[in-house]
């Protein structure tokens, strides 16, 4: 692939590259063939005292630019630096980056086969496997659940004993793998004073403060509205669906009346992104079992 829109861009990195050596070789001839009069002054007097000696100089650092020329002119056609031209090497950063990983890859190879060959509850007891999966989670976990992976509104804490996904450990590693959806419908179409119902018997759920005459209707609104269907009939929730548990004291947006009734009316969409790809199967073991090691048994 050409880094240029068209060839001009190329022959004119080439010539400007090429005649800026050209002249320094050129530079280097006509100094080497000019004339000195060691000893003697150039005529200038500067300051009154400042004269000028019209001697050559040091032969080494002559030397010194011819050698960078000659590099020049060897590292260009060795190396990529000539417009398109590739170098007889085909040298690329690409390159270079896949061999360092590919090296790294078979060195820590042995100790991630290991892993995949241990039940995860046992490499959660790990020491070895846990400091690497603590590393791993620090550069691709913490951006959202946080350093101490406590989470944040909308992001799960995966310290607790709360698992709106499922905390066996095939579940989190199903979590982290394929990541997750969690979509719960807007419900705007009930109207506000059956959503306040609904947000009461919510609240009521996990024994916060409420009205209960609403939270009485609300209770008949949530089977009606077809609540049930994915939190479940006593409100606890269904991992299958990432449908929360309603009933206990671990909100993933907030409990107040006003943030209840916000989910409820404009619904909410949360997403985990999938991991396999991009980390490959032995990192999403040690980070599951990471993961597990967090969670409150
Ligand atoms: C871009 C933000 C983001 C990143 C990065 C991220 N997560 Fe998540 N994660 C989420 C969200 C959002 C959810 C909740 C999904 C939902 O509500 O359905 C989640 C859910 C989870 C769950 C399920 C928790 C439960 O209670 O069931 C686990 C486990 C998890 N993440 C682990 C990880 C691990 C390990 C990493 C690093 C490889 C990671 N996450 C990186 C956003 C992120
Ligand atoms: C299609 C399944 C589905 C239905 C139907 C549904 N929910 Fe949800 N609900 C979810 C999911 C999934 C989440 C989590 C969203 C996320 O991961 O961001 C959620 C989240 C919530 C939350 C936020 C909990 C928290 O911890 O912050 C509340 C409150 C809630 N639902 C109440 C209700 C009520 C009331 C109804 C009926 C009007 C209802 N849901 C209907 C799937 C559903």
């Keep these: 692939m050409s880094d240029f829109v068209n060839d001009f861009w190329n022959l004119y990195v080439i010539v400007i590259v090429l005649a800026s050596i050209l002249a320094c070789?050129?530079?280097?001839?006509?100094?080497?063939?000019?004339?000195?009069?060691?000893?003697?002054?150039?005529?200038?007097?500067?300051?009154?005292?400042?004269?000028?000696?019209?001697?050559?100089?040091?032969?080494?650092?002559?030397?010194?630019?011819?050698?960078?020329?000659?590099f020049a002119l060897v590292y260009l056609a060795l190396y990529p630096g000539l417009g398109n031209f590739k170098g007889m090497l085909g040298w690329t950063s690409v390159g270079q980056h896949k061999v360092e990983v590919d090296t790294m890859d078979a060195k820590v190879k042995p100790l991630y086969d290991k892993y995949m060959a241990?039940?995860?509850?046992?490499?959660?007891?790990?020491?070895?496997?846990?400091?690497?999966?603590?590393?791993?989670?620090?550069?691709?976990?913490?951006?959202?659940?946080?350093?101490?992976?406590?989470?944040?509104?909308?992001?799960?804490?995966?310290?607790?004993a709360d698992w709106q996904w499922g905390g066996q450990p095939e579940q989190i590693v199903e979590t982290i793998t394929g990541g997750r959806m969690g979509v719960m419908p807007p419900h705007a179409q009930l109207?506000?004073?059956?959503?306040?119902?609904?947000?009461?018997?919510?609240?009521?759920?996990?024994?916060?403060?409420?009205?209960?005459?609403r939270a009485t209707k609300g209770q008949a609104a949530f089977t009606e509205a077809g609540c049930i269907g994915c939190h479940g009939a006593d409100g606890t929730g269904m991992q299958a669906l990432g449908a929360p548990n309603l009933t206990d004291k671990v909100w993933l947006y907030g409990s107040s009346e006003a943030v209840i009734t916000e989910t409820i009316t404009n619904g909410r969409q949360n997403k985990m992104p999938a991991w396999k790809d991009f980390l490959g199967e032995a990192k999403v073991r040690l980070l599951s079992a990471y993961v597990l090691s967090l969670g409150a048994k």
């Excluded at 790990?126 to 959202?144: F, H, I, N, S, V």
């Excluded at 119902?197 to 759920?205: I, P, T």
């Design 25 to 70: 070789a050129v530079l280097l001839i006509v100094q080497g063939k000019a004339t000195f009069t060691p000893g003697k002054t150039m005529g200038h007097v500067w300051d009154e005292t400042l004269e000028e000696y019209n001697n050559p100089m040091p032969k080494w650092w002559s030397w010194m630019f011819v050698i960078t020329v000659v």
């Design 118 to 160: 241990m039940d995860l509850k046992a490499v959660s007891a790990d020491k070895t496997a846990m400091e690497m999966g603590k590393r791993l989670y620090l550069t691709y976990c913490m951006q959202c659940h946080g350093a101490d992976a406590r989470g944040a509104k909308g992001f799960p804490n995966l310290t607790d």
């Design 191 to 213: 109207g506000g004073e059956t959503i306040k119902d609904l947000a009461n018997y919510v609240r009521s759920l996990s024994g916060l403060p409420n009205d209960s005459v």
